[in-house]
């Protein structure tokens, strides 16, 4: 990583902006249901406190589309916060306004203070100039440790890096050193499994990696496109019929780089979108009309842990059936208690409905890393630049 971090400039007692990715999700009681964002900002809150610095964090949650909706308030994460560093952080009441300016002026060393969702602010999202102004206007460094939306170029993201000097927190530093680093120069045998709807959301990705990895292993609901391109019926699953050319030049690609492209060799069923619908498990080539794939079938699980069982490097983004539905997770689950289990093999989740998957089964600490990012890591795989990581100074 070629970026610079909170250790690489002098922090002591400085007001620092913290952009933080307290993106969580809540209950309809409005608690937190799974703390993990919280949880992985607190090294670097903690280091900044330790030097006598005032702390200023920031954030989004959900999608309040500019407008202050009470549903969307931080108060949840400001108590949650409370108690991880236990000690108060205050919330303001808005973000740039009366009270947050009044909050962070009377700060001592040691405070924190959290704004009021940023996305409050139509500004925000359009990264308006002016908006990051005022953000930066309250303290004297900015630190980027918010890696799941470093895909976007935002006014607290990206924009308040062209007022204040610009270095990543610990959280964003462990993303690209262990994303980066695999991609680079990665222990071989180096494979990928990508799971998702549509060929369409990773198009990038699946070009990017057959450029990198010695083997590339597909489920999910855009199998179902590579099989039509085949020539097989798919029945009623999934397939986007515009990109069938694309599924065939992506398998020519894997051909000529000498990649091994892994297909699903059976799928299971169902009649309908529903969770006890009628199911059953047939070949790749015998999915008869009127059924739609939701799963991996067994003989394929077998056949992708068996070829896993070579690897020395794997990234995971996307899950390889509909993991919703406990008749339809099998695939999913068998896949990560596997890639759970193997020794001395570095395995990376790309964020997002993958590592909801993992952590529904509770095994999240038998993985190398957990991304926090679902839209960023794949950004990162696609070889794309980050809005938020650019910004940043370099070393």
């Given at each position: 990583m070629n970026k610079k971090t909170i250790r690489d400039i002098d922090v002591k007692g400085k007001k620092v902006l913290v952009r933080c990715d307290f993106n969580v999700p809540l209950d309809e009681n409005k608690n937190i249901t799974d703390n993990r964002r919280i949880v992985g900002a607190v090294p670097t809150i903690k280091y900044l406190l330790d030097n006598d610095c005032k702390v200023i964090l920031?954030?989004?949650?959900?999608?309040?589309?500019?407008?202050?909706?009470?549903?969307?308030?931080?108060?949840?994460?400001a108590k949650e916060l409370s108690r991880l560093l236990d000690k108060e952080v205050k919330l303001a009441d808005d973000i740039i306004?009366?009270?947050?300016?009044?909050?962070?002026?009377?700060?001592?060393?040691?405070?924190?203070?959290?704004l009021e969702n940023v996305r409050f602010d139509a500004r925000e999202e359009a990264n308006d100039p002016e908006f990051a102004k005022e953000l930066a206007s309250m303290a004297e460094l900015y630190v980027n440790d918010a890696f799941g939306t470093a895909h976007r170029a935002h006014s607290s993201t990206a924009g308040v890096a062209a007022y204040l000097p610009a270095v990543a927190g610990f959280l964003m530093e462990k993303e690209l050193n262990f994303l980066g680093t695999t991609l680079e120069n990665p222990e071989r045998p180096f494979m990928a499994i990508l799971g998702g709807k549509k060929?369409?959301?990773?198009?990038?990705?699946?070009?990017?990696?057959?450029?990198?990895?010695?083997?590339?292993?597909?489920?999910?609901?855009?199998?179902?496109?590579f099989f039509k391109a085949m020539g097989y019926n798919v029945g009623n699953s999934i397939c986007e019929l515009d990109k069938l050319d694309l599924a065939k030049s992506l398998m020519e690609k894997a051909e000529e780089k000498g990649v091994k492209l892994m297909?699903?060799?059976?799928?299971?069923?169902?009649?309908?979108?529903?969770?006890?619908?009628?199911?059953?498990?047939?070949?790749?080539?015998?999915?008869?009309?009127?059924?739609?794939?939701?799963?991996?079938?067994?003989?394929?699980?077998?056949?992708?842990?068996?070829?896993?069982?070579?690897?020395?490097?794997?990234?995971?983004?996307?899950?390889?059936?509909?993991?919703?539905?406990?008749?339809?997770?099998?695939?999913?689950?068998?896949?990560?208690?596997?890639?759970?289990?193997l020794d001395g093999v570095t395995t990376i989740i790309g964020g997002g409905d993958s590592a909801a998957a993992i952590e529904?089964?509770?095994?999240?600490?038998?993985?190398t890393h957990i991304s926090t990012g679902g839209g960023a890591s794949l950004e990162f795989l696609e070889g794309k630049k980050l809005p938020g990581v650019e910004c940043l100074l370099d070393k």
């Amino acid at each position: 990583m070629n970026k610079k971090t909170i250790r690489d400039i002098d922090v002591k007692g400085k007001k620092v902006l913290v952009r933080c990715d307290f993106n969580v999700p809540l209950d309809e009681n409005k608690n937190i249901t799974d703390n993990r964002r919280i949880v992985g900002a607190v090294p670097t809150i903690k280091y900044l406190l330790d030097n006598d610095c005032k702390v200023i964090l920031c954030s989004h949650l959900g999608r309040p589309k500019g407008e202050v909706k009470k549903e969307f308030s931080l108060e949840p994460v400001a108590k949650e916060l409370s108690r991880l560093l236990d000690k108060e952080v205050k919330l303001a009441d808005d973000i740039i306004g009366e009270s947050a300016k009044s909050l962070t002026a009377n700060m001592k060393n040691g405070d924190v203070v959290l704004l009021e969702n940023v996305r409050f602010d139509a500004r925000e999202e359009a990264n308006d100039p002016e908006f990051a102004k005022e953000l930066a206007s309250m303290a004297e460094l900015y630190v980027n440790d918010a890696f799941g939306t470093a895909h976007r170029a935002h006014s607290s993201t990206a924009g308040v890096a062209a007022y204040l000097p610009a270095v990543a927190g610990f959280l964003m530093e462990k993303e690209l050193n262990f994303l980066g680093t695999t991609l680079e120069n990665p222990e071989r045998p180096f494979m990928a499994i990508l799971g998702g709807k549509k060929v369409s959301d990773k198009i990038g990705v699946i070009d990017s990696l057959l450029e990198k990895v010695d083997t590339l292993m597909i489920g999910g609901g855009m199998a179902y496109t590579f099989f039509k391109a085949m020539g097989y019926n798919v029945g009623n699953s999934i397939c986007e019929l515009d990109k069938l050319d694309l599924a065939k030049s992506l398998m020519e690609k894997a051909e000529e780089k000498g990649v091994k492209l892994m297909l699903p060799v059976d799928t299971k069923l169902g009649k309908e979108f529903s969770a006890d619908t009628e199911s059953k498990t047939v070949k790749y080539t015998e999915i008869p009309d009127g059924w739609e794939g939701f799963d991996i079938g067994e003989e394929t699980i077998k056949l992708y842990e068996e070829e896993l069982s070579k690897a020395k490097t794997v990234i995971w983004n996307g899950p390889v059936g509909l993991f919703e539905f406990d008749q339809f997770a099998v695939g999913t689950n068998s896949i990560a208690k596997y890639l759970g289990s193997l020794d001395g093999v570095t395995t990376i989740i790309g964020g997002g409905d993958s590592a909801a998957a993992i952590e529904k089964l509770g095994i999240g600490d038998k993985f190398t890393h957990i991304s926090t990012g679902g839209g960023a890591s794949l950004e990162f795989l696609e070889g794309k630049k980050l809005p938020g990581v650019e910004c940043l100074l370099d070393k």
